[in-house]
């Protein structure tokens, strides 16, 4: 059996055929692609307003910054997530406050949020963790009583559904945010997003993705018919055209690869739903989990190890998703500690995120599975 990964990225011709008519561009960066890469998430998602930047982390940093975020207010998120989340904020001198996530479903627990509040509360930062939308009229309703921004961190969910919207559409939010590494469901290689329904908050994430420069005519000035004005310290977040030539070719098949995921994620479900020891995401009526990762919790660390190592051996590469941000010593050092968040804690020590990417066969699928039942068979 070939190697097997817990995440591929999924090209094909059509999508090298569009980068090298990128490449072959009169532009190959600020041209045609990046507006028309921005033009198919709105409509994807039904947001007013897409921009395009370079990473998720320069999504997370651009929507941020754009909501006025700074040294004297707080944003309040989980711990199950990459550090990308919780820096974001920390390059905008602001604090974080870490909520304990649900063991259920892997997601912030919205009923641990209120007592987190104060009144240098600024953003809510909920994590779709894997793909499965957190409990976002709740939380949308008790941002509102407090008034507070929320931005979806949304990086996982691309094609996730909550109560009939999809995920990007912020119907529940003020932005929300999309990664678009070659491990998610659509790829540009590197490359993120940030979707909103704010005129204002968009206006000022085309300011922060480009070094807060802006584009004025001048009809007074001879010489300077285009004249550039910086309005505020931004970065430079640019999405090149050939990245977005590939994301523009890659969305018209988002359906098909969150489709798949879910197909693969169901022949999980029913291989594991009898297994004792075996703890699988919590599925919900409401809501569509689009899958970029399939985690499972194992009994305790030491299964969870033995597992990991059994399908090393086998060709299987798991991974695991995700050292608590609270427990890196960057975060320590800082006065955080990981303790205040037990189940964070808890799940990383037996999480194992399964393979699961639209080109992963059924053969490849069955063969995962049966390591992981002979496995666990002799343990």
């Not at 409990?135 to 009583?145: G, P, V």
Request: aromatic residues 12%; hydrophobic residues 35%.
């Amino acid at each position: 059996m070939d190697k097997i990964t817990y995440g591929r990225q999924t090209i094909s011709q059509d999508d090298i055929d569009e980068v090298v008519k990128a490449l072959k561009s009169a532009s190959i960066t600020q041209g045609e692609y990046v507006p028309a890469f921005e033009k198919a998430l709105q409509e994807y998602t039904g947001a007013k307003y897409a921009v395009a930047v370079s990473s998720g982390t320069a999504a997370l940093h651009t929507a941020y910054a754009a909501l006025g975020l700074n040294k004297n207010h707080e944003i309040i998120t989980c711990p199950n997530t990459f550090a990308a989340t919780s820096n974001a904020a920390l390059y905008l001198n602001a604090k974080v406050k870490f909520t304990d996530i649900n063991i259920e479903n892997f997601l912030i627990d919205e009923e641990k949020i209120e007592e987190k509040i104060n009144e240098n509360t600024k953003i809510i930062t909920p994590i779709h963790y894997a793909g499965l939308p957190c409990s976002m009229e709740k939380i949308y309703d008790l941002a509102q009583k407090y008034n507070i921004k929320i931005v979806e961190d949304a990086c996982h969910a691309v094609g996730s559904v909550y109560k009939g919207s999809i995920t990007g559409s912020c119907k529940y939010s003020d932005a929300a945010v999309f990664s678009f590494h070659p491990v998610k469901h659509i790829t540009t290689a590197e490359g993120g997003a940030v979707l909103t329904n704010n005129e204002e908050v968009y206006k000022k994430c085309l300011l922060y993705r480009s070094h807060g420069m802006e584009k004025v005519n001048f009809k007074n000035i001879p010489d300077s018919p285009t004249y550039h004005e910086m309005q505020l310290l931004g970065y430079n977040y640019r999405m090149t055209d050939i990245q977005a030539a590939l994301g523009l070719s890659q969305i018209k098949k988002v359906e098909s690869f969150v489709k798949r995921r879910i197909e693969i994620a169901d022949i999980y479900y029913d291989a594991f739903k009898d297994n004792n020891k075996i703890i699988m995401q919590k599925k919900y009526n409401d809501r569509i989990n689009s899958h970029h990762l399939f985690s499972v919790l194992f009994e305790n660390n030491s299964l969870r190890d033995k597992v990991y190592y059994y399908l090393k051996e086998n060709n299987i590469f798991t991974q695991i998703h995700y050292m608590p941000v609270n427990k890196h010593p960057y975060y320590q050092a800082l006065g955080y500690d990981y303790k205040d968040t037990p189940l964070s804690y808890e799940f990383y020590r037996r999480e194992l995120s399964l393979p699961v990417y639209p080109l992963l066969t059924n053969e490849e699928l069955y063969y995962v599975i049966d390591k992981i039942n002979t496995v666990l068979k002799a343990l």
